[in-house]
């Protein structure tokens, strides 16, 4: 919070928050809290010299007629900003010992209030507490403040916005640890095939560091529910590795649309160049992102992430990915026809999936009531990236039932191809012909197109020469497919 011409001496208490506090100011914003219809309860303490009597708590709640009618209205002064709250409502807590609710006694010098407040409304409602002493010489005082919804540990500590985060990123937490586990299955399968590419290990790379995020997510918000403070590094952490696992799969499945590790080995250099500074934009306006929400972002506001310069520089980001999207995989079909069970539900799944977010930001933005915006909001965020990650798992899981199956050039050909005689743009291509999921056979099941998979260039060059012995030393034909299976042998031990 910035506020101009204040001095704060600021000490924490755990599970409270205990401050000393001075300001020049004769109203000032403390903080602000979502309040359940019924069990919303606030517990204070406040302290402080009778010289500098009277200080008054002020209760505002989120009607257009009273927090948005005086905060950052420097026009009004600190009386203005008074006669907005309702006496009737009980508004306003005189910090003196002539009003009883406020609960406050002391001797000749000092003055200590301990009291608190239950609230009751329609609905859930964004309460913003402030203090002031209208005309005098600023406020001094010692606080310590316990906002409450209810005993539950699941809603004790929280804002009424935050409710269900907690278990809803435990659940999430599990499902995404069910693929991710799922995905490594699959990949032990693909690489005993030789069909573990590069692009496959990005996908696991994003599951597990969204499993990495949820499991951050939860230890903070389980701290949160135990002591009402929490652990603040956590849930940046949190973000970060969120934001991570966003970009690898979104750079995953550009390079998909692209045909690497589908239709080509490689992508070019100029492809490759355009990538490296799309990413590093893309990277560039998440911190940007993270910094404007941590210096700029006003509590006395509900404001989302999105709203803000940098989160609509992140929806405009996303947009030219999907532009970008679309013509990779429309060029991938034009050369690759055959490959039209995987590329067609492939681009019909994942363009929802490019939608979903800025849909999503603009509907926080302008369709969500701001007292149920953050907990909608992560659910739809989670379920987003969950969707994308179980379609992607769909459509390569290793079965010969499965006919959306990408690959089909195995790993071992790929360093063959690329060091081929021919070189140059040509090697970059795979050829036009599809294996991948017809050779998932049952263990009990030779799987005899695995014999000729060549590992390296010098196995090649070792074949020609057990080729070259068996020549120059006329060994009975009937022998060969004996000789080159020992070979086989020895190459795979």
């Not at 070792?462 to 012995?469: A, G």
Request: hydrophobic content about 45%.
């Amino acid at each position: 919070m910035n506020i101009p011409n204040l001095a704060i001496l600021l000490f924490i208490y755990m599970p409270n928050t205990f401050l000393l506090m001075c300001f020049l100011q004769d109203w000032v914003f403390l903080t602000r809290f979502c309040f359940l219809t019924d069990f919303g309860r606030l517990d204070f303490r406040f302290r402080y010299s009778k010289s500098r009597c009277c200080q008054n708590i002020l209760l505002y709640f989120d009607d257009s007629s009273q927090w948005p009618a005086v905060y950052k209205r420097p026009e009004k002064n600190c009386y203005q900003k008074e006669a907005v709250l309702r006496p009737e409502n009980n508004q306003v807590i005189n910090l003196t010992t002539h009003y009883t609710w406020s609960g406050c006694d002391g001797n000749e010098e000092v003055l200590s209030c301990v009291g608190g407040r239950s609230f009751r409304s329609v609905r859930e409602r964004w309460w913003y507490i402030a203090l002031s002493k209208c005309g005098g010489d600023g406020l001094q005082l010692e606080y310590e403040m316990k906002l409450t919804n209810g005993q539950s540990f699941w809603t004790q500590h929280f804002s009424a916005d935050e409710f269900g985060i907690l278990e809803t990123d435990i659940t999430f937490l599990v499902i995404f640890s069910l693929v991710f586990l799922l995905s490594c299955y699959f990949a032990y399968n693909l690489k005993g095939r030789q069909l573990l590419h590069t692009t496959y290990k990005m996908f696991m790379t994003a599951a597990g560091v969204e499993v990495l995020s949820l499991l951050f997510h939860c230890v903070y918000w389980g701290l949160y529910a135990r002591d009402g403070v929490g652990n603040g590094s956590l849930k940046i952490l949190g973000k970060l590795l969120f934001s991570v696992s966003f970009l690898v799969f979104l750079l995953m499945l550009i390079l998909l649309g692209k045909g690497f590790t589908v239709t080509r080995a490689r992508i070019s250099h100029s492809g490759s160049v355009k990538l490296s500074i799309y990413m590093t934009v893309y990277t560039i306006t998440y911190v940007i992102l993270f910094i404007y929400e941590a210096e700029f972002f006003d509590p006395g506001e509900v404001l989302y992430a999105y709203d803000s310069p940098a989160g609509y520089g992140l929806m405009a980001l996303q947009l030219v990915a999907y532009v970008w999207f679309c013509y990779a995989v429309l060029v991938s079909l034009k050369h690759y026809p055959e490959k039209q069970p995987f590329y067609v539900p492939f681009f019909t799944t994942y363009t929802l999936w490019f939608f979903a977010v800025p849909v999503m930001a603009l509907i926080a933005n302008f369709g969500i009531p701001r007292w149920a915006r953050e907990k909608i909001v992560n659910g739809i965020q989670l379920g987003i990236q969950l969707y994308a990650h179980i379609v992607f798992l769909v459509i390569t899981r290793p079965s010969a039932a499965n006919k959306n199956f990408p690959y089909h050039v195995r790993t071992s050909q790929i360093g063959i191809l690329l060091s081929s005689p021919k070189g140059g743009e040509g090697a970059e291509s795979f050829p036009h012909h599809a294996y991948g999921n017809s050779s998932f056979l049952g263990d009990s099941q030779p799987n005899f197109t695995e014999l000729f998979s060549i590992q390296s260039v010098r196995q090649l060059k070792l074949l020609c020469l057990f080729f070259k012995l068996i020549l120059c030393y006329k060994v009975n034909y009937s022998d060969v497919p004996h000789i080159i299976f020992k070979y086989y042998i020895l190459l795979n031990m």
